[in-house]
Protein backbone atom coordinates (compact mmCIF):
# COMPACT_ATOMS: atom_id res chain seq x y z
CA UNK A 1 0.00 0.00 0.00
CA UNK A 2 1.75 3.33 -1.05
CA UNK A 3 1.92 5.70 1.90
CA UNK A 4 2.69 9.74 1.53
CA UNK A 5 3.87 11.72 4.50
CA UNK A 6 4.14 15.30 4.22
CA UNK A 7 6.05 17.81 6.71
CA UNK A 8 7.58 20.84 7.06
CA UNK A 9 4.63 23.71 6.49
CA UNK A 10 3.56 26.27 9.24
CA UNK A 11 3.09 29.89 9.52
CA UNK A 12 5.83 32.38 7.84
CA UNK A 13 5.93 35.99 6.74
CA UNK A 14 5.33 37.49 3.41
CA UNK A 15 8.70 37.06 1.60
CA UNK A 16 9.91 33.96 4.29
CA UNK A 17 10.56 30.84 3.17
CA UNK A 18 9.79 26.96 3.73
CA UNK A 19 10.48 23.71 2.89
CA UNK A 20 7.69 20.72 2.37
CA UNK A 21 9.16 17.59 2.26
CA UNK A 22 7.19 14.21 1.00
CA UNK A 23 8.28 10.95 1.91
CA UNK A 24 6.27 7.56 0.15
CA UNK A 25 6.68 4.11 1.23
CA UNK A 26 5.16 1.28 -0.50
CA UNK A 27 6.03 2.12 -4.33
CA UNK A 28 7.31 0.24 -6.78
CA UNK A 29 9.26 0.80 -9.89
CA UNK A 30 9.46 4.33 -11.37
CA UNK A 31 7.36 7.17 -10.80
CA UNK A 32 6.46 10.73 -11.45
CA UNK A 33 6.07 13.50 -8.20
CA UNK A 34 4.27 16.37 -7.85
CA UNK A 35 2.33 18.69 -5.43
CA UNK A 36 -0.47 20.30 -5.45
CA UNK A 37 -2.29 22.71 -3.38
CA UNK A 38 -5.54 23.82 -2.02
CA UNK A 39 -6.95 26.94 -0.43
CA UNK A 40 -10.38 27.45 1.34
CA UNK A 41 -12.86 27.28 -0.77
CA UNK A 42 -11.02 26.71 -4.33
CA UNK A 43 -10.07 23.45 -6.43
CA UNK A 44 -6.99 21.94 -5.75
CA UNK A 45 -4.41 22.87 -8.37
CA UNK A 46 -0.90 21.58 -9.31
CA UNK A 47 2.01 23.60 -7.73
CA UNK A 48 5.12 21.25 -9.56
CA UNK A 49 5.89 18.29 -11.08
CA UNK A 50 9.10 16.11 -10.94
CA UNK A 51 9.87 13.09 -12.98
CA UNK A 52 11.58 10.08 -12.01
CA UNK A 53 14.80 11.73 -13.73
CA UNK A 54 14.32 15.34 -12.62
CA UNK A 55 12.64 17.36 -15.52
CA UNK A 56 10.16 19.73 -13.16
CA UNK A 57 7.42 21.57 -14.18
CA UNK A 58 5.57 24.65 -12.37
CA UNK A 59 2.66 26.50 -12.44
CA UNK A 60 2.61 30.45 -13.42
CA UNK A 61 1.82 31.57 -10.49
CA UNK A 62 4.79 29.76 -8.71
CA UNK A 63 7.99 29.92 -11.10
CA UNK A 64 10.89 31.71 -10.34
CA UNK A 65 10.04 31.32 -6.74
CA UNK A 66 9.29 27.43 -6.11
CA UNK A 67 12.02 24.55 -6.61
CA UNK A 68 10.92 21.11 -6.84
CA UNK A 69 13.02 18.29 -6.21
CA UNK A 70 13.66 14.98 -5.30
CA UNK A 71 16.06 12.10 -3.75
CA UNK A 72 15.06 8.69 -5.10
CA UNK A 73 17.63 7.15 -2.48
CA UNK A 74 14.78 8.38 -0.17
CA UNK A 75 11.73 7.98 -2.19
CA UNK A 76 11.22 12.02 -1.33
CA UNK A 77 10.00 14.55 -2.73
CA UNK A 78 10.87 18.21 -1.24
CA UNK A 79 9.02 21.70 -2.79
CA UNK A 80 11.53 24.61 -1.52
CA UNK A 81 9.27 28.18 -1.03
CA UNK A 82 11.01 31.42 -1.49
CA UNK A 83 9.62 34.83 -1.62
CA UNK A 84 5.98 33.36 -0.16
CA UNK A 85 3.00 35.19 -0.63
CA UNK A 86 -0.21 35.70 1.43
CA UNK A 87 -1.76 34.00 -1.87
CA UNK A 88 0.78 30.97 -1.46
CA UNK A 89 -1.37 30.28 1.75
CA UNK A 90 -3.45 26.61 1.55
CA UNK A 91 -3.12 22.83 2.24
CA UNK A 92 -0.23 21.89 0.12
CA UNK A 93 -0.67 17.65 -0.89
CA UNK A 94 2.15 15.78 -2.17
CA UNK A 95 0.69 13.28 -5.22
CA UNK A 96 2.08 10.20 -6.99
CA UNK A 97 -0.38 10.20 -10.16
CA UNK A 98 -1.06 6.48 -11.51
CA UNK A 99 -3.84 4.82 -13.99
CA UNK A 100 -5.05 2.86 -11.36
CA UNK A 101 -6.19 5.94 -9.09
CA UNK A 102 -3.91 8.87 -8.14
CA UNK A 103 -2.12 8.71 -4.16
CA UNK A 104 -2.06 11.56 -1.97
CA UNK A 105 -0.92 12.58 0.96
CA UNK A 106 -2.56 14.08 4.05
CA UNK A 107 -1.85 17.70 3.48
CA UNK A 108 0.10 19.77 5.26
CA UNK A 109 -1.06 23.48 6.12
CA UNK A 110 1.30 26.60 4.80
CA UNK A 111 0.19 29.90 6.26
CA UNK A 112 1.74 33.08 4.61
CA UNK A 113 0.41 35.90 7.12
CA UNK A 114 1.99 39.15 9.22
Known amino acids: QVQLVESGGGLVQPGGSLRLSCTAS???????MAWYRQAPGKQRDMVATITHGGRANYADSVKDRFAISRDNTKNTVYLQMNRLKPEDTAVYYC?????????WGQGIQVTVSS
Open 95 to 103: NIPSVRGDY
Open 26 to 32: GTRGLFN
